[in-house]
């Protein structure tokens, strides 16, 4: 009997390229997105302050301005309407107290991504679903903490194309998590 082959141990199947690839970038993209909460985080009383500061001295350069036509009178009521609105949400948005509640909010949804990019590494699926939580979060947290404006849903639908553009590739990939590898033989 010929024991050559039994010599040689079978090779464990390889990650696809196009699996490795997105989850190098899910790395790059959670671990980016874990570092910027964690310096927001740490720095909203000075965001905050910048953002007063610049606030006054906006609202003190507007008062010197004078319009002299009416038809720039009544586009700039227009505008000040909407750049109200903004300004208001905008306000809204930031303050030191939602500054720490979106940024552990990030830290959250950055772990749930970076773990499900991870698992899905070692090609288990458990990560998809890992992943796919953490792009909910990222994308419910905005509207949790600020309600339905038009600055929110420009927030959420940053992160929402990307986080679900990915999720539709992880998708593609699914057909090869959680395929048995072979044990060597004793």
């Known amino acids: 009997m010929d024991n050559r082959l039994d010599d040689f141990e079978p090779e464990p199947e390889r990650r696809p390229t196009f699996l490795t690839v997105l989850?190098?970038?899910?790395?790059i993209g959670s671990g980016w997105t874990i570092l910027s909460a964690i310096w927001s985080y740490t720095t909203a009383e000075?965001?905050?302050?910048?953002?007063?500061?610049q606030r006054v001295d906006r609202n003190n350069d507007s008062l010197h301005i004078k319009d002299s036509t009416?038809?720039?009178r009544e586009k700039n009521s227009d505008d000040n309407i909407i750049g109200q609105k903004l300004r208001i949400a905008t306000q809204k948005m930031?303050?030191?107290e939602n500054i720490h509640k979106k940024?552990?909010?990030?830290?959250?949804?950055?772990?749930?991504?970076?773990?499900?990019?991870?698992?899905?590494w070692f090609r288990r699926r458990i990560g998809f679903y890992l992943y796919?939580?953490?792009?909910?979060?990222?994308?419910?947290?905005?509207f949790y903490l600020y309600g339905n404006d038009l600055l929110t849903v420009g927030m959420a639908s940053f992160?929402?194309?990307?986080?679900?553009?990915?999720?539709?590739?992880y998708a593609l990939n699914l057909k090869w998590?959680?395929?048995?590898?072979?044990?060597?033989?004793?």
């Open 177 to 186: 998590m959680n395929r048995p590898q072979q044990l060597p033989a004793n």
């Open 23 to 27: 989850c190098v970038l899910t790395f």
């Open 94 to 96: 930031m303050t030191v």
């Open 46 to 53: 000075q965001i905050v302050n910048v953002i007063n500061v």
């Open 132 to 142: 796919m939580a953490g792009v909910a979060i990222g994308i419910a947290l905005p």
């Open 70 to 72: 009416r038809l720039t």
């Open 103 to 120: 940024s552990i909010g990030d830290v959250i949804a950055g772990l749930f991504t970076l773990s499900g990019a991870v698992l899905m």
């Open 159 to 169: 992160g929402a194309f990307f986080g679900l553009l990915f999720i539709v590739l």
